[in-house]
């Protein structure tokens, strides 16, 4: 099996990782990764913060655990005060979408698996983040959108939190009927 299927086959989703923060040459790489993303007409219609300041990614997941907490139907895992959205991974990068577009959101999701399969072919771990929405739904959002996004007139995309994996896990089953061959 050639690289790139097996990262697609053997990636998984971590939420667990060691205290190792990435070198500036994985960091490199992994940026590289993302603007290399493909694009519609190649607009790049993205921003990308790669947060890797500890306060910072504290002081974010306090404000993330706040505001998943009042979200209605909140399950008890997200209001539990502990609740940690990045999984302590030493890097969370936030992708913004910054150019209107009908395929701007594909865009972003393109990036982000981007960096999924390259931190995988490193040996590192990843777990793409939805939960971040809403705290860019809420009394925070001006204050992460002027750190993450400054001087551009963005909205948050999705998030990828990436590290050292310090555990890892089985494939999930894969459903029936997921392809229809004409």
């Known amino acids: 099996m050639n690289e790139v299927l097996s990262?697609?086959?053997f990636r998984r989703s971590i939420r667990a990782y060691t205290n190792e923060r990435l070198t500036q040459e994985e960091l490199n790489i992994l940026k590289t990764a993302a603007v290399e993303s493909p694009s519609a007409r190649n607009l790049q219609p993205y921003?990308?913060?790669f947060v890797t300041d500890k306060q910072v990614l504290s002081e974010f997941t306090r404000d993330c655990q706040a505001a998943l907490a009042r979200r209605e139907g909140a399950g008890e895992r997200v209001k539990d005060p502990s609740y940690d959205v990045r999984y302590g991974a030493p890097l969370v990068v936030f992708i913004f979408a910054t150019i209107p577009g009908n395929f701007t959101l594909v865009d972003c999701g393109i990036a982000c698996e981007n960096l999924a399969l390259a931190a995988h072919?490193?040996?590192l771990g990843s777990v793409i983040l939805g939960m971040p929405r809403d705290v860019f739904h809420s009394e925070f959002?001006?204050?992460w959108y002027d750190k993450l996004c400054p001087g551009q007139k963005g909205e948050f995309?999705?998030?990828i939190a990436i590290g050292h994996p310090a555990?890892?896990?089985d494939a999930h089953p894969v459903r029936e009927g997921l392809i229809t061959e004409i």
Do not use: C
Request: no cysteine; net charge positive; hydrophobic share 55%.
């Open 7 to 9: 990262a697609i086959k």
């Open 47 to 49: 921003h990308f913060a």
């Open 121 to 123: 072919s490193m040996g």
């Open 141 to 143: 959002a001006e204050k």
């Open 157 to 159: 995309a999705i998030a």
């Open 167 to 169: 555990a890892t896990k």
